[in-house]
T-cell receptor
């Protein structure tokens, strides 16, 4: 079953903050976050592992609540380049990612 | 270098044709993946190869046939496809249980 993301879409002004949520009904091994721009491949943002280990880059952070099987991606002081569709990818087992429903983020000047 | 390359970039084929998609990575990754993505939808996992062996097949129709000739190459052989198979086909690679890096994809149109 596909993880559910919220919101489905959000429009922000440059410099504003955003939170994107991802919720799964299954016990998770890890959560991965990707951003995909129109016509391009998904680009890795962050991975969160069961047990609290976290990796990522850029000015983006995330959390993973293992008990609730939920993850949130935090974008602070958004830039125009942050526009795109954000997907969480959840893994119940090694190697098998199931992507969430997606959140379309639009940043306007 | 985190580059995964895919060829061709675009492919148009008839329902009776046989074609192949190619994916290559030189990052030393031991896991490679095929995904299918329809417009405005998330990528859907099709196949996973781990150490050059097929480890996951997500009940994909037999008209799609994956092949992993070596640790750097992944092919997807196509035959007798249907128009509903038109989509963006993405390849990804990773160290086992780690971040997946995606290629730019092949946009497939089946007439």
């Amino acid at each position: 079953q596909q993880p559910v993301q919220s919101p489905q879409a959000v429009i922000l002004r440059e410099g504003e903050d955003a939170v994107i949520n991802c919720s799964s009904s299954k016990a998770l091994y890890s959560v991965h976050w990707y951003r995909q721009k129109h016509g391009e491949a998904p680009v890795f943002l962050m991975i969160l592992l069961k047990g609290g280990e976290q990796k990522g880059h850029e000015k983006i952070s995330a959390s993973f609540n293992e008990k609730k099987q939920q993850s949130s991606l935090y974008l602070t002081a958004s830039q125009l380049s942050y526009s795109g569709t954000y997907f969480c990818g959840t893994a119940e087992r090694i190697g098998k990612l199931t992507f969430g429903t997606g959140t379309r983020l639009t940043i306007i000047p | 270098d985190t580059e995964v390359t895919q060829t061709p970039k675009h492919l148009v084929m008839g329902m009776t044709n046989k074609k192949s998609l190619k994916c290559e990575q030189h990052m030393g990754h031991r896991a490679m993946y095929w995904y299918k993505q329809k417009a405005k939808k998330p990528p859907e996992l099709m196949f996973v190869y781990s150490y050059e062996k097929l480890s996951i097949n997500e009940s994909v129709p037999s008209r799609f046939s994956p092949e992993c000739p070596n640790s750097s190459l992944l092919n997807l052989h196509l035959h007798a496809l249907q128009p509903e198979d038109s989509a963006l086909y993405l390849c990804a690679s990773s160290q086992v249980a780690d971040t997946q890096y995606f290629g730019p994809g092949t946009r497939l149109t089946v007439l």
